[in-house]
């Protein structure tokens, strides 16, 4: 199973651990179908119409699992060429977005802890960053968090996810949306705290 996120970036059902520890073969990851035009990737009695096209480094950040430091690692990904419309898509694990550098687990566990536990961003920041060598604004806040709670106000991040009113600030808006990812998460993270809950429901609602 795959799913768009951007023109051209297609998620895998295939979580990042699960890609780091083996990645699948271009068969495994091959999306059933074209991103952009919508062929069919195998027509039954019919040519192959999506082929794989190489491979490419992809950097993604954030913690692995809500309790683990942060890092910077990189992920080979798969791409392929539709031969009807000749685009070339990118197939990616589960929790990678299209223009995000950071996984959307890290993201909704970023939310969570602003919004719900009410940490400071300089505190969110810690747990999410992997950055060791910081500027002086960012010694006290975040600025990248702002810019995710504007995203999701404005439906580019988690569109699906209702948000409060225009009148909510942006932690009010982070927390509506960290309990609704807490709600996609499976049932059986119901006895972890809220924000590893979102970690795991943010992969499930992107």
């Known amino acids: ?18 890609w780091l520890q083996r990645q699948p073969t271009v068969e495994e990851a091959r999306p059933a179908s074209c991103p952009v035009c919508g062929a069919a ?23 692995g699992e809500p309790e683990e430091e942060a890092a910077a690692v990189e992920i080979v990904v798969r791409r392929y060429r539709c031969v009807p419309c000749g685009a070339v898509s990118t197939v990616v694990p589960q929790e990678i977005l299209a223009r995000r550098l950071y996984s959307v687990a890290a993201i909704g566990l970023a939310l969570a802890l602003w919004g719900l536990t009410q940490a400071t961003a300089a505190q969110v920041r810690r747990r999410v960053s992997p950055a060791k060598i910081l500027g002086p604004t960012a010694v006290t806040g975040w600025a990248t968090l702002r810019r995710w709670a504007q995203a999701v106000r404005h439906k580019d991040l988690f569109p699906s996810r209702p948000t409060p009113g225009p009148e909510a600030t942006l932690r009010k808006v982070a927390a509506s949306t960290a309990l609704a990812l807490c709600a996609s998460a499976d049932p059986t993270t119901r006895g972890l705290d809220l924000a590893s ?9 992107a």
Request: charged share 15%.
């Open 41 to 63: 990737s195998c027509p039954v009695g019919r040519p192959l119409q999506l082929h794989g096209h190489g491979r490419r480094g992809r950097q993604v950040l954030g913690p």
């Open 197 to 205: 809950r979102a970690f795991f429901g943010a992969a499930q609602a």
């Open 1 to 18: 199973m795959h799913q768009r996120s951007g023109a051209s970036i297609v998620q895998s059902a295939i979580s990042i651990k699960s």
